[in-house]
């Protein structure tokens, strides 16, 4: 087998397909082979009655997976034109909604590190299951980027504000937090997960997992939900920004100061593609949306100078373009949002997602 194909495993172990992302030197990080190989795994199961559920785990000690290849992003949008990723991301999101309608349990163990791609092959999932080891997060203002793989449908859903939070901070929540925000269901110790694997080669879904789930270790998020609700409903980034210097809370400043350290362009984008998405009805319409924004990202200076400073020079200091908030116009903000025509991502919308008893 090629290092492609060994990138990612799957294999059938009893009434269980498991999808191992194996990069884990990389963290998992997604390549567009890799989100072929996971849709070929779907393909071949979904109709195969030896097999009863699907997991999704991640090689290594350190997480799921930390996103999509972006190293990948910066050398194509430099240099190739953008059309490399444009194809990475039409496959991604496609899988992203395959995800979600999956006709069998599709079982994500989201354990260490879950960001950005990694957050789209497992939030979607019908059983999402966090440990005390989980950071989930949707970093991508932070590299001149817009939440995608469905993460504006996710983070809209979320209760309150708290959605709007985190896509504009990128902040990192742990488990209780992902499970507040709806990004996961349930709670399983992580020292528990090769038991719970193991259940799972030889017993439903259904039957296992009330054995495995505990309570979640306090989170955070819960108890800063007044300020946040407050403050990001505002109808500006400049406003939100504004409410939450002014407020008073530590975290409230704390978080005006990240979002401040983050892409202008990006931010409105991301506040203007969050509040779409709540009008826009199923995943399907804000993945179209979303690869609308990511599209016209590729031909816009952030993404690239974004990349270059945390992960090509990691001198973590971006020049923006523009540099603030009040510099980026309504019409720069439209563009990302225009039809591409015949370059379209068009998704059919199938049956509803599964109704889980759990």
């Given at each position: 087998m090629s290092g492609h194909e060994d990138a990612v495993l799957a294999t059938v172990e009893g009434r269980m397909g498991r999808i191992t992302l194996n990069r884990p030197r990389a963290l998992n990080a997604l390549t567009h082979e890799m989100v072929r190989r996971i849709a070929a795994a779907l393909d071949d199961w979904e109709h195969d009655p030896a097999v009863e559920s699907v997991v999704i785990t991640g090689a290594g000690e350190r997480g799921l997976c930390a996103g999509g290849d972006i190293r990948g992003i910066y050398e194509d949008a430099r240099g190739g034109g953008g059309d490399a990723s444009a194809a990475f991301w039409r496959d991604e999101y496609r899988l992203n909604a395959r995800?979600?309608?999956?006709?069998?349990?599709?079982?994500?163990?989201?354990?260490?590190?879950?960001?950005?791609?990694?957050?789209?092959?497992?939030?979607?999932?019908?059983?999402?299951?966090?440990?005390?080891?989980?950071?989930?997060?949707?970093?991508?203002?932070?590299i001149g980027f817009v939440p995608d793989v469905g993460g504006t449908y996710l983070l809209a859903l979320a209760p309150g504000q708290l959605g709007t939070h985190l896509a504009l901070t990128g902040a990192t929540v742990g488990a209780a937090d992902a499970l507040l925000c709806g990004l996961a269901d349930h709670f399983v110790p992580a020292d528990r997960l090769p038991e719970l694997l193991k259940a799972l080669a030889t017993r439903a879904v259904a039957d296992v997992l009330p054995s495995f789930v505990c309570e979640a270790p306090p989170g955070e998020l819960g108890a800063h939900q007044e300020w946040i609700d407050h403050c990001y409903a505002a109808d500006t980034v400049e406003a939100i920004v504004n409410r939450l210097l002014e407020n008073g809370a530590p975290g409230a400043k704390a978080a005006a100061e990240s979002i401040l350290a983050k892409s202008p362009t990006a931010l409105k984008v991301t506040l203007a593609a969050l509040r779409a998405a709540r009008g826009l009805g199923p995943l399907e319409a804000v993945l179209e949306q979303e690869y609308r924004v990511s599209y016209a990202a590729l031909s816009a200076p952030d993404l690239v100078e974004g990349i270059r400073a945390q992960v090509i020079d990691k001198d973590r200091t971006p020049q923006w373009t523009p540099t603030t908030l009040t510099e980026v116009t309504d019409d720069d903000v439209a563009r990302f949002f225009a039809p591409l025509g015949d370059r379209e991502l068009t998704l059919a919308t199938g049956d509803s997602p599964q109704e889980v008893p759990w």
């Open positions: 995800i979600a309608r999956y006709p069998k349990p599709y079982v994500a163990l989201m354990d260490g590190i879950v960001m950005g791609g990694g957050v789209g092959v497992s939030a979607h999932g019908s059983v999402r299951i966090v440990t005390e080891r989980s950071r989930v997060a949707m970093p991508e203002t932070g």
